[in-house]
């Protein structure tokens, strides 16, 4: 049996292999978006919105697919919502799609810290111009 | 069924919460021998665990780590409705409160700000000024520690910062030039955030990781867990974490003599001379308006209705520019990069009173920008990816944020149909925004446009008002000395004696900037004038 909830991920981030991009059926995205959404108290939420589209929607060409899911999205901007906010979790802190935004990008794959990235100073001379400017916060008068 | 109290106990003075206030106001009445009780519903969060350690740090970012409660949906969190407000809660429960969470970004109001009703007959005057608070802002800064550079034309002259600003990514260069092109002012923004590492205090250097919010490994990133708390310790606070208090207890006069709470199952009487209350602008009018007695039918300090009121945040637009060409990546503070105060002071030539801070925000990381950052969720479908690689890296955020005037219509009251588990009713939220502060949003809006067009946008997106954005509640127990104030100019609340007010709740106007280093100052001085008046001949803790 087909999964829909991986179907519905497919259409919505559709991946670009020539760029790098990883579809999301090729990282196994639904079942990590439900376990995003398992581990928040809504084990069924994503399912049941995919659920909402019409019947025989896996075997849509991809066009009408994309068509539902827009109809659903006009019909329920906050149902959509909660299923865009896990498929663009479960995407982007994936491994692999890390990996190609520091590709794409030059952002590390690798969490912020404990590494961190090199602090520079200041460049004091960026306020050249705005230290010519004489005090001009306004004074109270003393009583 | 009535409570059954378990324990009793003793203390000098007894702190509700261990956030920005309640910790500097423990150290400082601890470092003069008092011996003193903190009780803070949350608990500890180790720096060392934080999650800008782990791969799916950004979505703990946007999940258990969100600033607003319904999100994170912590146990400890104070229970909150806001249903009646179009700026959602956000605060954090723990020791270190709502430092916990924050970017560390660390403004001082101006004179003005403490006079506005004679300045521009608007607000309510501050009982104090400027110069009141001074000495007290310096204290602060010298153990929260912070990063900046003297000499801003925008601000009073004070003490040079010991350790120098943090630099400007690429984006946040072409911003400033663009400043200095309109001829508008920008300073590098003071943060609280340790450039250098302290081997006194065992604070590390920051390493510009950028995600403040998730806490800090480094421990470079101020929050008072790690700056107030170890000093206050060693000078034996006792602090009591995952207490709720039920209610603050008053005799007959109306005098405030203990505090009753819970850790668990377990209930308490804490007996005390003097009962501080350091919950933030939400949670102390909640605690005062439920801790009804006899004496106190309505709440404590609530005789004349005014406990609640005036509820004032910081109203905020996000400006986003997007450039054709790269800005620089999500690396370093996200909150301390730099500010205009250009239109901080009023003009009455905007059509409206007082002003607003523009403060350039860093760039976010992946999750973050797809999920709309500080601008528009990225499109689903064939041009996602497209999207996605012109936007992350290419943008530049200003945010505008403005003075909010005190009205009586915003205010915190309870609500009884939701408990926390100690009892006491949730706060709730009514709030909309005044016609003043709708113009200076306009104002602002246009300025910020301005600037990032300058700095070479070519798209700007708008969020005209943020709903994200209630991290200050101020001004809900107001000292003063008119009929309208809740305390006088040292926090006491009027007809009840031996209760002290000491956080935002005390702000009678709301200034334009991150209020954290004016009510953390104005703590201080609070706590002098406690050891000066009430506490000078208690016994020194042995």
Known sequence: MSDRLAIVLDRLIPGDPERGWPTPSAIDLAAKARALADGRGEPTLLDAIAARLPDGFEAMPEADQVAALSHLEAGDGEAFGRLIHYAYGAYYIDPAVRRTVEVRTGYPARPPQPQGYTLPPFDEALLETVKTRPPFWRPVPKR | ?542
């Open chain 2, 1 to 542: 069924m009535a409570a059954i109290r378990e324990a009793e106990d003793r203390a000098d003075v007894v702190i509700v919460g261990a956030g920005a206030s309640g910790a500097a106001v423990a150290w400082r009445l601890a470092e003069a021998g008092v011996n003193v009780l903190v009780l803070e519903r949350g608990g500890w969060h180790a720096p060392a665990e934080a999650a800008s350690t782990r791969d799916d740090w950004e979505w703990v970012l946007q999940t258990e780590r969100h600033p607003d409660p319904a999100i994170r949906r912590a146990a400890e969190d104070i229970p909150v409705t806001a249903d009646d407000s179009p700026i959602r809660p956000a605060f954090y429960c723990g020791v270190g409160g709502s430092t916990l969470r924050w970017g560390a970004h660390f403004p001082r109001f101006h004179p003005s700000d403490f006079k506005t009703r004679t300045l521009d007959g608007v607000g309510r005057d501050w009982p104090i000024s400027y110069d009141d608070l001074a000495p007290y802002y310096d204290l602060n800064d010298t153990i929260m520690g912070v990063s900046g550079l003297a000499g801003d034309p925008a601000n009073p002259p004070r003490a040079t910062r010991p350790m120098g600003p943090f630099p400007l990514s690429d984006g946040m260069e072409r911003l400033a030039a663009a400043f200095d092109r309109l001829g508008w002012h920008w300073w590098p923004a003071d943060g609280a955030i340790s450039r250098d590492a302290d081997p006194l205090t065992g604070r590390g250097a920051c390493n510009n990781c950028g995600p403040c919010g998730l806490g800090c490994p480094q421990k470079a990133r101020a929050s008072t867990d790690i700056t107030y708390w170890p000093r206050a310790l060693a000078k034996g606070v006792r602090l009591r974490t995952g207490a709720l208090v039920r209610k603050i207890v008053c005799d007959r006069d109306g005098r405030a003599t203990a505090v009753d709470w819970q850790d668990g199952t377990r209930h308490h009487r804490t007996h005390c001379d003097t009962v501080v209350l350091a919950a933030n602008g939400m949670g102390t009018p909640r605690l005062m308006l439920a801790s009804t007695c006899p004496s106190h039918p309505n709440g404590i300090g609530n005789a004349n209705g005014g406990v609640g009121k005036h509820l004032m945040h910081h109203p905020t637009a996000i400006v986003a520019g997007l450039f054709d060409a790269p800005t620089g990546l999500p690396k370093g503070p996200f909150a301390c990069a730099l500010y205009s105060q250009e239109f901080y002071e009023t003009d009455t030539a905007r059509g409206a009173s007082r002003g607003y801070q523009m403060q350039g925000l860093r760039p976010q990381g992946p999750l973050a920008t797809a999920l709309g950052g500080y601008a528009k969720r990225l499109p689903w479908g064939a041009d996602h990816h497209g999207a996605f690689e012109r936007t992350f890296g290419h943008d530049v955020s200003l945010t505008v944020t403005v003075e909010d005037l005190p009205r009586a219509d915003n205010r915190v009251t309870l609500d009884p149909t939701h408990t926390d588990d100690a009892g006491v009713p949730a706060a709730r939220l009514t709030y909309a925004l005044g016609q003043n502060e709708r113009t200076l949003l306009k104002h602002g809006i246009a300025r910020a446009r301005e600037a990032l067009l300058e700095a070479g946008a070519a798209q700007v997106a708008v969020t005209p008002l943020s709903r994200q954005a209630g991290f200050h509640f101020l001004g809900t127990a107001a000292m003063g000395t008119d009929a309208t104030a809740i305390t006088d100019p040292t926090g006491n609340v009027n007809g009840c004696p031996g209760l002290v007010v000491v956080d935002g709740s005390l702000f009678p106007s709301a200034g334009g900037v991150n209020p954290t280093p004016t009510l953390q100052a104005n703590a201080l001085r609070i706590a002098d004038h406690l050891l000066a008046h009430h506490h000078a001949s208690l016994t020194v803790a042995a």
